[in-house]
């Protein structure tokens, strides 16, 4: 957990990136440069999330001598090492586009994935699958249950930006959320004036 920790960086990095990008051409009423851009950025994600997925596949049955000797614990960090690479890709896909959509001023639904693909899918789902008596899979079932999650986050923000965004719209909404913005600094300033 803490080395997918450490490797989450990456893809945090592109969603911080992605929604300032996208956030900046929405406000210079650039649509084609933040469709551009969103779609760049989880591109990116898929792409650092593959190498690192590969180089974490690669090396499963010696990654966990860098944390003990023991040999069952590195037996099973090799068992869920596969699961654990899987999760760079949905990782980077779902930072990418909650990025996305932060730039687009609707943080609401990456938060609403999040919520519903962890708590209801996934904890259920992974501690059924880690400790029901038919399918006991320990902790290859846990980390199972997270990789499903993050992979509906991902593909379910994607399809959110990709196929439910209207750039040209996204721009207007800005540009109304902006005047309501001044117009309630104009009110909260001249409250301050009295």
């Not at 969103?38 to 190498?51: D, I, Q, Y």
């Not at 069952?72 to 586009?97: R, T």
């Not at 990456?110 to 919520?115: C, P, T, V, Y």
Request: proline share 2%; with cysteine; glycine share 12%.
């Amino acid at each position: 957990m803490t080395t997918d920790q450490i490797l989450n960086t990456i893809p945090f990095g592109i969603g911080v990136a992605a929604s300032a990008r996208v956030g900046n051409l929405i406000g210079a009423r650039d649509a084609a440069g933040a469709k551009r851009a969103s779609h760049a950025s989880a591109f990116l994600s898929v792409v650092v999330g593959s190498v690192v997925m590969t180089v974490m596949l690669a090396t499963r049955n010696v990654f966990g001598f860098l944390f003990s000797d023991d040999v069952d614990v590195v037996a099973l960090v090799s068992s869920v090492m596969p699961f654990v690479a899987s999760f760079q890709i949905a990782d980077g896909v779902a930072g990418s586009c909650g990025g996305v959509l932060r730039g687009q001023g609707r943080q609401h639904l990456g938060a609403i994935f999040n919520l519903v693909a962890y708590y209801v899918l996934a904890l259920p789902l992974g501690v059924t699958l880690a400790f029901h008596p038919r399918t006991h899979m320990g902790l290859q079932g846990l980390w199972l249950g997270q990789v499903v999650a993050l992979f509906i986050v991902g593909l379910g923000e994607y399809a959110v930006v990709w196929l439910g965004t209207d750039w040209d719209k996204e721009i207007q909404y800005s540009i109304e959320r902006n005047r309501e913005e001044a117009k309630r600094r104009q009110l909260h300033d001249g409250y301050e004036e009295l």
